[in-house]
């Protein structure tokens, strides 16, 4: 089946610095990968959509600035959390869409703490 | 707001009885997917139904939906142990383009099964 990494799997930082993860598609080429977000006991919220080769499209209240999104290839998109603070410590999971397909996949996800 | 609504928010259960969950949602949507969350560990995909399917089969998994009412639900039986986890349905509601894909997750079901 279609396998999703993340890298890295945690993560512990000082506040005001900057933090890049990593999705990639192991077996298949994903035109599109998701950026969501996760606190404790809640939900997942999408943050932006990562197409290949073309500027990220955010949701609305997602700051494009401080979450810097990149997806140079068809297996990578890589999320940056720039200036990050205490209150960006969360659960961020990627998800890469098969081209032409329906089902996303998702990866291990990533737990950032921001000390 | 989020889309899918999910109930119950927690269900507690004893090994071999059945677990039934049930998403609502708002708009149109092109199809329907439940996820299954281990504690801290990324998403798996359960199954997808689209809008123009009524019921679903996968192993132990029936999915039914209702678009007149805007709602689906899940189905486990026989459940075990190994089943606890957090259930998402989440709606695909996009009509294309550079949202085509976007996914939005109710708030989830905890599911405890106990042995």
């Known amino acids: 089946g279609a396998v999703v990494s993340q890298h890295p799997s945690w993560v512990i930082c000082k506040s005001g610095t900057s933090v890049k993860i990593e999705c990639r598609s192991l077996?298949?080429?994903?035109?599109?990968m998701f950026w969501y977000r996760q606190f404790p006991k809640q939900s997942l919220m999408l943050m932006a959509t990562s197409n290949e080769g073309s500027k990220a499209t955010y949701e609305q209240g997602v700051e494009k600035d401080k979450f810097l999104i990149n997806h140079a290839s068809l297996t990578l998109s890589t999320l940056t959390v720039t200036s990050a603070h205490p209150e960006d410590s969360s659960f961020y999971i990627c998800?890469?869409?098969?081209?032409?397909?329906?089902?996303?996949?998702f990866g291990p996800g990533t737990r950032l703490t921001v000390l | 707001s989020q889309q899918g609504e999910e109930d119950p928010q927690a269900l507690s259960i004893q090994e071999g009885e059945n677990a039934t969950m049930n998403c609502s949602y708002k708009t149109s949507i092109n199809n329907l997917q439940w996820y299954r969350q281990n504690s801290g560990r990324g998403l798996v995909h359960l199954i997808l139904?689209?809008?123009?399917?009524r019921e679903k089969h996968s192993g132990r998994l029936r999915v039914t939906l209702d678009t007149s009412k805007k709602s689906s639900s899940l189905l486990i039986t026989a459940s075990r142990a190994a089943d606890t986890a957090s259930y998402f349905c989440a709606t695909d509601a996009s009509g294309g383009g550079t949202s085509y894909g976007k996914l939005t997750f109710g708030q989830g079901t905890i599911l405890t099964v106990h042995p």
């Open positions: 077996d298949f080429q994903a035109t599109t």
């Open positions: 139904i689209r809008s123009n399917e």
């Open positions: 998800s890469a869409r098969l081209v032409n397909g329906d089902t996303q996949y």
